[in-house]
């Protein structure tokens, strides 16, 4: 099987898919918090109880209603100048911004490729993971990213991660419960809890775009790695 690189896999009818968080809100019934279990306005509510600034980062953030809804919501209960809400996805597709939310940017461009020095209380991915070719370094790359109490809660199906040819759930999840990141095999959700350093020991290899459905129920990519690390002791399946 020839892998894609990242730049191969980003011009794959699979990653153009517009059926899966182009549309969602932060709540109701198309909606992050059916999604995540999670409703992000109501936690960002609660850490304004702390302290300010409050960050949430959005991947994969598709049209950006989610966070355009927490956006208006904030604006209304006079809370804009304490937040800071920010979008990125692969499609310059975001809608437009209503004149009075001054608290949201848009970022496009590829989430392997995303960088940052900044801190967020939150950060989401909703569904964008199944699209990723390098899943575990945008996992990575999250928790690295969160404040001391930040979260980071996401879709993955770990079907979709493969090491040394084979399906390698055991590892990684394995790997995450190391580094005290949950992993919900029925909600398929991952989720961290204040920012640290992982360890993957795996490389990554490549990406295919011929994975067929996940849970979903829609297309995914699988992403392949080999084991570099001193390992766990884990058997490979």
């Known amino acids: 099987m020839k892998l894609l690189t990242e730049k191969e896999l980003i011009w794959s009818a699979v990653v153009a ?29 609660k850490r304004l109880e702390r302290h300010d600034p409050v960050r949430w980062l959005d991947l994969c953030c598709g049209k950006g209603n989610a966070l355009v809804q927490c956006a208006d919501d904030l604006a209304r209960r006079g809370l804009q100048d304490r937040v800071l809400l920010k979008g990125i996805d692969l499609i310059d597709g975001f809608q437009p911004l209503p004149s009075h939310i001054t608290c949201l ?8 490729d995303w960088i940052t ?4 209380d939150l950060i989401t991915c909703v569904h964008g993971l199944h699209y990723v070719g390098d899943k575990l370094h945008v996992i990575k790359m999250a928790c690295k990213a969160l ?4 979260r980071f809660i996401a879709n993955i199906d770990l079907k979709n991660i493969k090491v040394r040819g084979g399906e390698a759930r055991q ?7 190391k580094h005290g990141v949950r992993f919900d095999p029925r909600k398929k ?5 204040g920012g640290r350093e992982i360890d993957l020991a795996l490389t990554y290899e490549g990406a295919s775009d011929q994975a067929g459905p996940n849970y979903t129920g829609q297309e995914a990519v699988d992403s392949y790695y080999v084991q570099t690390g001193a390992g766990l002791d884990v058997d490979f399946l």
Not at 105 to 112: A, E, L, N, P
Not at 171 to 177: D, E, G, M, R
Not at 189 to 193: A, G, S, W, Y
């Open 147 to 150: 404040t001391e109490q930040g």
């Open 171 to 177: 590892q990684v999840n394995a790997i995450l419960k």
């Open 117 to 120: 020095d900044e801190k967020f």
């Open 17 to 45: 898919n517009n059926r899966m968080n182009r549309e969602r809100g932060a709540s109701g019934v198309n909606s992050y918090e059916n999604d995540l279990y999670f409703n992000p306005g109501k936690f960002l509510l």
């Open 189 to 193: 959700i991952v989720v961290c809890e």
């Open 105 to 112: 940017k848009w970022q496009t461009g590829s989430v392997v």
